[in-house]
């Protein structure tokens, strides 16, 4: 076995002995509590639990985030509790950091920043970011990969399949392993910083000229598979913002381009980001003085790519909850890759499909969500599960979990902005003239202008 083979073995092995008991521990209380009736004090162990994945580095944050939203996938106690994970990690040291960087940039590699700054100025799913100045003046964020990152997405992959494994034979409404085939393509493309600074720069281009919207640029002589070198944006954490409690304007402004944001790059190109996590966005009052108020977008590691024909069925769902078309919706759930639907198993993926369009198909200013349920989106999904319950399920699409995964995540931001808009509008101003043909162009010459790899 070579050297490198041999480290990300043993890397997978820490990393599982590291999480496996929290993992299975709650997949046992589950069992126990719905097979045996053993009653667990689940918001103990759900505060222990988070503490566990919330010390390590990686993407186990992502899949905790992503159970949290299945319904009925986890107890409420825990889903509340990881909805929330951030990492508390320690950052890696100074002594560490200039060896990563010499393995990444050679022996030389200070001599080619004017200032380097040697604490973390932020930390990622992947790495922890540092600010640097370069030769000709341009402010920098370095984003460095953590140590032996493929062994800790291949463990914490494992952690993922064994945990909806164990769901599958407590529940099988949803078919959920192409999802978790999706999920682990996204991860696994994470890990590779090129491919991450292409996206960067597919997002410069598709949101080049839209208001209130800011994308940093990479810098490709310094970037590596494991380093990513952007100009730095100014700004300051989302939540930071809200816990003044700015005015409704400027609120109104964030949830404007942050809708902007998901919603020109999928309905223009057919390209969705798939983290909408509060992380991966700052609020900054330097935007266009005709809009007042910006958001920078970061984080470019999970996007996906969909064929025109998709954000066809995108709107022809839209279409049919509109119009209460039912056979329009029966086509666009089958182009959504959505095989052999019920009647009925559809009428339940209806209610579903009216949660995430009535905001577009009123003509109205009005908020995402009512402002006095917070649960009102899990009390849906919910509904939904119980209802595929009875129609005897339903195999989750591939292409499925990251459009849903970017609808409810900035369905969740809106509801914390308590933004009020006119959202039908802002929508048919992206889809008033909407050809799958002209998606199809824009994407590929896009995506070729951007450098983004097959895939």
């Not at 959202?423 to 450098?451: C, S, T």
Request: hydrophobic share 40%; glycine share 8%; proline share 5%.
């Amino acid at each position: 076995m070579s050297d490198r083979k041999e480290s990300t073995l043993f890397g997978e092995m820490r990393r599982m002995v590291r999480t496996s008991g929290a993992v299975t521990g709650v997949a046992a209380r589950v069992a126990g509590e719905r097979f045996l009736g053993i009653k667990a004090d689940k918001n103990a162990h759900a505060e222990s639990l988070k503490q566990v994945l919330g010390g390590l580095k990686g993407p186990l944050m992502k899949v905790a985030q992503f159970l949290a939203t299945v319904p009925e996938a986890l107890p409420e106690e825990y889903a509340q509790e990881l909805a929330t994970l951030q990492s508390n990690a320690p950052p890696m040291g100074w002594a560490f950091v200039r060896r990563r960087m010499q393995s990444e940039l050679g022996p030389a590699w200070q001599s080619r920043f004017r200032t380097f700054g040697q604490e973390a100025a932020a930390a990622a799913s992947l790495g922890q970011v540092h600010r640097a100045t370069l030769h000709d003046g341009r402010e920098v964020a370095c984003k460095l990969q953590y140590p032996d990152m493929p062994s800790v997405v291949e463990a914490d992959l494992r952690q993922l399949k064994i945990a909806l494994s164990l769901y599958r034979r407590m529940d099988n409404t949803l078919d959920n392993e192409e999802a978790y085939s999706e999920l682990a393509t996204r991860l696994r493309e994470e890990l590779d910083y090129t491919r991450e600074a292409s996206h960067m720069r597919l997002y410069g281009a598709m949101l080049q000229g839209v208001p209130g919207v800011s994308v940093p640029e990479p810098v490709a002589e310094l970037t590596t598979k494991r380093l990513l070198t952007m100009t730095w944006l100014q700004g300051r954490p989302i939540l930071r913002r809200l816990e003044e409690d700015p005015p409704a304007e400027e609120r109104v402004a964030y949830a404007k381009a942050l809708f902007r944001a998901w919603y020109v790059p999928f309905y223009r190109y057919g390209v969705i980001h798939g983290d909408p996590h509060l992380g991966n966005y700052q609020v900054r009052d330097d935007a266009d003085p005709a809009v007042g108020f910006g958001v920078n977008l970061f984080d470019f590691g999970v996007i996906r790519v969909f064929p025109a024909s998709f954000v066809t069925g995108v709107v022809m769902l839209y279409e049919a909850v509109r119009d209460h078309d039912i056979d329009k919706a029966a086509e666009a759930y089958r182009i959504w890759g959505f095989k052999d639907l019920r009647k009925d198993t559809m009428e339940v993926l209806n209610l579903w499909a009216r949660f995430l369009y009535e905001p577009l198909v009123e003509d109205k200013v009005r908020t995402i969500t009512p402002l006095d349920d917070p649960m009102y989106g899990r009390r849906i999904a919910m509904q939904v599960h119980e209802g595929l319950k009875k129609t005897g399920g339903v195999k989750i699409p591939r292409e499925f979990p990251l459009m849903d995964r970017a609808a409810i995540g900035l369905g969740s931001v809106f509801y914390r902005l308590r933004a009020e808009a006119n959202w039908h509008r802002m929508f048919m101003e992206l889809v008033h003239d909407f050809e799958e043909q002209a998606v199809a162009a824009r994407q590929q010459a896009a995506l070729a202008a951007a450098g983004v790899p097959p895939g």
